[in-house]
Nanobody
Framework: QVQLVESGGGLVQAGGSLRLSCQGS????????IGWFRQAPGKKREFVAS????????SNPDSVKDRFIISRDNAKKTVYLQMNSLKTEDTAVYSC???????????????WGQGTQVTVSS
């Protein structure tokens, strides 16, 4: 069992940066892979990035690779998503999720946070 709470969303201009946080709870936090997903109005939920239990990272090669960086600090039970060079199409609700192994598919994750809104203006 793990509980997740996202924070750090807000309004930012295109080209700017924003860092999201996924705060976890529970002694088993370090055993979970964490994924970030996003969903914009009228679009399906999209994989953004993930980090494994061992700290290996991956990102969506078609949309955010080389712009977004995922990291984790197990001492703080927190996973971060550093978003750089933001584009208007990055506007979405961003959610973090925990699973036993990383995946690009949302239904492979067991636990989800409530989401945080990111709005990128032109």
């Amino acid at each position: 069992q793990v509980q997740l709470v996202e924070s750090g969303g807000g309004l930012v201009q295109a080209g700017g940066s924003l860092r999201l946080s996924c705060q976890g709870s529970g002694r088993t936090f370090s055993t979970y892979a964490i994924g970030w997903f996003r969903q914009a109005p009228g679009k399906k939920r999209e994989f953004v990035a993930s980090i494994s239990r061992a700290g290996a990272t991956t990102s969506n090669p078609d949309s955010v690779k080389d712009r977004f960086i995922i990291s984790r600090d197990n001492a703080k039970k927190t996973v971060y998503l550093q978003m750089n060079s933001l584009k208007t199409e990055d506007t979405a609700v961003y959610s973090c999720a925990a699973g036993l192994a990383w995946s690009m598919t949302d239904n492979e994750y067991e636990y989800w946070g409530q989401g945080t809104q990111v709005t990128v203006s032109s």
